[in-house]
């Protein structure tokens, strides 16, 4: 079998190349004319503090306006994207117009920004980062960064120390997507992470299964022991966001309170009076 990785060894492949390798090929061709064509965008999730209902920040959300294929789901790029080493420019950009919008904002609404594991390897993450909130004027007490697990897999005195840095500068650091990954609990050892954000699927169980509430409960219950804050991603139903409410999570995300939308309705959203969700 032809090795996938590797473009000496697939390229000798060529003929046979299926139709999945043909489309991967071109969308690595596109993504790195993406940049320079401004073909990305940011969408934004606002984030709810359920105590008093006030909205806290906004996770960015990257968005590509493809030429031919419309919109692609980041799903669909950032894994690719971080195989080849163009999440690094593409995550700087991301940076860089996420602390931009972000300073156009109210006080203290913050920004979050998805950091991937390939930019942790980078040596330039802290200076960067520095860089795009000087750049900007955003001060880093109103930004966010947000790593999954995949970060912490191969647990290096480096990766620590960059988020310690990250940490003193004032930056936030949360665990996205936990309790999804294989060793969620052990990485919460590793760092003192401000923020736990639980997978959605543990909150789509709220629906779906008997009991559902439990690992919510118990994760809520952790963060709260730990002094972290938890925010429930995925809160589609004003069902979910009661009993969300009830076990003790302190912020929600979700198509409930918005679905990610364009820069440009950010400050609509934030002025649209709401007392109720
Ligand atoms: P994530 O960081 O966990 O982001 C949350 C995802 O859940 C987003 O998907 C969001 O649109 C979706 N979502 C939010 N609320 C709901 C809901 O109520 N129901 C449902 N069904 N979905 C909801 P999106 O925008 O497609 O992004 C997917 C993933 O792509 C993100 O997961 C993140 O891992 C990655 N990603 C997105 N933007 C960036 C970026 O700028 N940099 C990096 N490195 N990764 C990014
Ligand atoms: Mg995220
Ligand atoms: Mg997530
Ligand atoms: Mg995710």
Redesign the pocket.
């Known amino acids: 079998r032809a090795k996938l990785d590797g473009r000496a060894t697939y390229r000798f492949f060529e003929p046979e190349m299926d139709a999945r390798m043909q489309m991967r090929r071109q969308l690595e061709l596109d993504m790195r004319q993406a940049l320079a064509r401004r073909e990305f965008q940011l ?1 934004y ?1 606002p984030q709810l503090q359920l105590e008093g209902n006030r909205l806290i920040g906004c ?4 968005r590509w306006q493809h030429p031919v294929r419309g919109m692609v ?3 669909d790029f ?1 894994p690719l994207a971080e195989e080849i080493g163009l ?1 690094v420019p593409i ?1 700087e950009w ?1 940076m860089r117009q996420a602390c931009r919008d972000a300073v156009t904002w109210p006080a203290p609404l913050s920004v979050a ?4 594991p390939a930019q942790f390897k980078s040596e330039r993450l802290v200076e960067m980062v520095m860089s795009a909130l000087s750049a900007s004027g955003l001060p880093a007490t109103r930004l966010e960064v ?1 790593i ?1 697990e995949g970060v912490l897999l191969h647990e290096s005195e480096k990766t620590l120390q960059t988020l310690h840095r990250l940490r003193e500068l004032g930056v936030r650091v949360s665990m ?2 936990f309790g999804t990954g294989y060793s969620s609990l052990s990485y919460l050892r590793s760092f003192p992470f401000d923020k736990i ?1 639980i997978d ?1 699927s543990f909150v789509k169980d709220l629906s779906d299964k008997r009991d559902g509430e439990a690992i919510i409960r118990a994760i809520a219950g952790l963060g709260k022991s730990l002094g972290m804050t938890t925010v429930a ?4 139903t004003p069902d979910q966001m009661e009993r969300i409410r009830a076990e003790g999570c302190t912020d929600v ?4 309170i918005s ?2 939308v364009p820069a440009s309705e950010v400050l609509k959203f934030l002025s649209a009076e709401r007392s109720t969700y």
Do not use: C
Request: glycine letters at 10%.
């Open positions: 969408h999730q996770e960015a959300l990257i789901s980041p799903l950032i999440i995550g991301v920004v998805n950091v991937s947000e999954t996205d997507d954000k959605r991603e995925g809160v589609e995300q979700g198509y409930l679905r990610p």
